[in-house]
């Protein structure tokens, strides 16, 4: 009878109970995720409020899973600080309150739990109206000053400052802190959030003609330190400062000194000079001419981009302005006809890496300055004139490119074809196996290598005099810098020490580990988990594919210098798409290994044999989606691997010979590879490559010429191998399990045996190199 008269009760204005001493309730709720991160990358705020004081207390988290880990720090933090213990803990049903982990927490510790019931909010009103009140206060002081919105995290954390030293009717007009600590809360030190301010630039960091003070933006105080935080807008770092001078009627402007328009930048003449100085170098550099307007060809526009580079105290070092072209608007087999991007493999930069440690060679590097304007076209290309540098009297006309300018399409295409036809000019023989790769021998003993990477050249040689005559040259025909001996490449640092060369990319794996944050995170043994295996439904629920894919696209750019990795990311890649929270948390893992081995790298060493070595290897129907098998191969001079790869095979294998079978296959293409580019380095590899298999089967299959009925059905493809071996390009042999170094790229390993391998893979830490080193 009552199915059409129930009702809801009315919610309390107050509630009827106050704990009666500090940590006696405490109240909390999760807020986000925002739109715009942080500028640490995090997405949510947690709050934590005491009942009795009123005092509260904010985190800031990437995920929500992230809950129970703020919560243990803020226990331990709270709990010393006022000598109580937290009795009860009122949150909602969220899955970061309600997983088992969390609720076997509170229970050990004896922690009461108050949930509320679903779609009733009201029961944790004071966690609910304290975040809508911080973000409220945060919002009108992130606009008040025009700040941008990465800064939101910075504003909470003030007003949250500021909310705790504020008077509040719950506790009859007294504030906060001084309930919680019992003293009252000095207020001389606040300052407006968002206001211009100059912090002191320390007698000991500068000299006595520098500026004594820097520009800054106070962003807050320093919890755990006597100071304001101050951002320098320039380089984005924050510092902490106790002196410091505040124009507090004073804004930021954070589009500062960077014209929307050219009718904007005409108005100032540093900005006008800058322009001018853009065009005189484009007809320095001979990069078009002026033209009648064609009838059967398309032009294109162009605009003006505007950069600045300022010094600390705010003041402007330099203006650039850039003349691009609009490519967007040119179409292809009209405007161009290919396009293609000067990148060497990376297999070929470390192949040439470890032969120049092997022949105790010097590496050394160039880079080339405004690399896409050397370019000569080939194609008829038009561009409108300039808005604002018309020739008088010839406003109608427009300009045809001889040289390639920012923005087209082809622009690299084009600083290929002029390297190319220069390099070959100077004498050079260009790799049929590798188009980056370039070789200039002088006699039968004398020869310098170069490969080339967009702009970034590198090169060695055994001979002092063709090196010097090939930098002399580069740098007359094009404007360079000399970086001389290899440090840096493609985010990989390079160490030099007596006996060797260390690879390594340790500040890159840093600042994946803060992007993600997991900067302090406790690190782990072997990146996965042994016996688990990956699925893609696997019911742990949808995880976040955009951030997913960041991270293991970040860890693919990782194994670059850390092939201890390559199985785990190449198996991570395979769920790109919807991935689940459990593959979320397995490339978490991953991360949390390479914590543990940010010293880690790939170490070459000095020696005189330069004998190819292969390995060769795979797993039996790994995969749990398709029951296709994983190969993987490596390739070394006999220390320190410099060619390697982690795939799934194209077909299922019926039995694991055959899938051995079809990784030795591939594993053959690529040692043919190897010796066609070490043939062009000068290094012709007279034997066979012996390439170690611990599958007798499989190497029985490739030595018998005869038909065999379980063979029919493998696709031709793979018969490569055999070929191969009787040509002599390769020599299968047969090596133990436990010295095969290619079972590390094709499953999950045991911790003893994941760490022998990767020692046999040549990856070791920075700390035992052995003699003098330069970094």
């Known amino acids: 009878m009552c199915n059409g008269k129930n009702h809801r009760e009315a919610f309390p204005q107050e509630s009827k109970w106050r704990a009666k001493e500090p940590l006696g309730l405490i ?96 029961q944790n009103g004071v966690a609910k109206r304290k975040n809508r009140t911080v973000m409220e206060m945060a919002k009108c002081m992130v606009h008040e000053k025009e700040m941008p919105y990465n800064l939101w995290c910075k504003a909470i954390n003030t007003v949250v400052y500021l909310l705790n030293r504020s008077p509040t009717k719950a506790l009859e007009n007294s504030t906060p802190f001084e309930r919680f600590s019992g003293r009252k809360p000095g207020i001389k030190h606040l ?70 328009s050219f009718d904007e930048a005409a108005t100032d003449e540093a900005w006008r000079k800058a ?47 850039k003349l691009v072209a609009k490519g967007y608007a040119q179409k292809p087999g009209i405007d161009y006809n290919e396009t293609f991007a000067l990148v060497a493999r990376l297999d070929t930069i470390r192949t040439l890496i470890a032969l120049a440690v092997k022949n105790n060679w010097k590496l050394y590097q160039l880079n080339v300055k405004s690399a896409f304007l050397n370019g000569v076209l080939e194609e008829e290309v038009y561009i409108e004139q300039p808005y604002g540098f018309l020739v008088k009297a010839k406003e109608d006309k427009v300009y045809k490119l001889h040289k390639a300018l920012y923005g087209l399409k082809h622009a690299p295409r084009a600083w290929y074809g002029d390297i190319d036809s220069y390099l070959v000019q100077c004498g050079f023989k260009k790799s049929t196996s590798e188009v980056t790769l370039y070789v200039k021998c002088k006699g039968n003993s004398e020869l310098v290598i170069v490969s080339i990477y967009v702009d970034d050249i590198v090169y060695t040689g055994n001979s002092q005099e063709l090196l010097q005559e090939f930098k002399s040259d580069m740098m007359q025909k094009y404007e360079m810098t000399d970086l001389g001996l290899l440090h840096h490449f493609l985010g990989m640092g390079v160490i030099h020490s007596d006996n060797c060369i260390f690879l390594h990319q340790r500040k890159y794996a840093s600042t994946l580990l803060q992007k993600f944050g997991l900067q302090e995170c406790k690190s782990v043994s072997i990146p996965l988990v042994p016996n688990d295996k990956l699925r893609k439904d696997d019911d742990s629920g949808a995880a976040d594919e955009a951030q997913y894919q960041k991270l293991v696209g970040s860890l693919l750019y990782l194994t670059a210098t850390k092939p201890d990795i390559m199985y785990a990311t190449c198996l991570l890649s395979r769920f790109m798409h919807c991935p689940t929270n ?122 018998n010429p005869i038909f065999h009925q379980k063979t029919k059905h493998i696709n031709r493809r793979y018969h490569y191998i055999k070929e191969a071996l009787q040509q002599g390009v390769i020599d299968l042999l047969h090596c133990p399990t436990k010295e095969q170094v290619a079972n590390i790229f094709t499953k999950v390993l045991a911790r003893e045996q994941f760490s022998y391998l990767r020692e046999l893979l040549g990856v070791k830490s920075v700390h035992n190199l052995k003699g003098s080193v330069n970094v």
């Open 27 to 122: 109240h909390s709720n999760i807020c986000g995720p925002m739109q715009t991160p942080s500028l640490g990358g995090t997405r949510y705020f947690i709050t934590f409020i005491d009942d009795y004081s009123r005092m509260c207390w904010v985190y800031f988290l990437r995920n929500k899973s992230e809950a129970l880990h703020v919560f243990k720090k803020f226990k331990v933090m709270v709990e010393l600080k006022s000598g109580y213990h937290i009795k009860r803990l009122r949150t909602n049903r969220g899955g970061e309150f309600n997983s088992h982990e969390f609720v076997q927490f509170c229970e050990e510790l004896g922690i009461e739990r108050q949930l509320t019931i679903a779609y009733s909010p009201q």
């Open 191 to 260: 300052k407006e959030f968002g206001s211009v301010c100059y912090p002191l630039v320390p007698g000991a960091v500068r000299h006595k003609l520098e500026a004594t003070s820097a520009i800054g933006v106070f962003i807050g105080y320093g919890i755990y330190d006597k100071g304001y935080r101050i951002l320098n807008p320039i380089t984005q770092k924050v510092l902490l400062s106790r002196d410091v001078i505040f124009d507090e009627h004073g804004k930021w402007d954070w589009e500062k000194h960077k014209p929307e």
């Open 275 to 321: 322009m001018e100085n853009e065009i005189s170098m484009i007809e320095k550099n001979q990069t078009w001419e002026l033209v009648n307007r064609p009838f059967d060809k398309p032009v294109i526009g162009v605009k003006w981009v505007y950069k600045t580079k300022l010094n600390l105290d705010g003041s402007i070092q330099k203006n650039k302005a």
């Open 582 to 703: 459990k593959h979320y948390g397995t490339a978490k893992r991953v991360l949390r290994y390479i914590q543990g081995t940010l010293h880690f790298g790939l170490e070459y060493k000095r020696g005189e044999e330069t004998i190819l070595i292969g390995f060769c290897d795979s797993d039996w129907s790994g995969s749990e989606d398709d029951m296709r098998s994983t190969s993987g191969y490596a390739f070394t001079f006999g220390n320190g691997v410099f060619s390697w790869t982690s795939v799934k095979q194209q077909c299922v294998a019926l039995s694991t010979a055959e899938a051995e079978y079809i990784s030795a296959s591939e594993a053959t293409a690529q040692a043919t590879w190897l010796r066609f580019v070490l043939e062009d380095f000068g290094e012709m590899q007279a034997v066979a490559t012996p390439l170690n298999c611990d599958n007798t089967s499989a190497i029985a299959i490739t030595k």
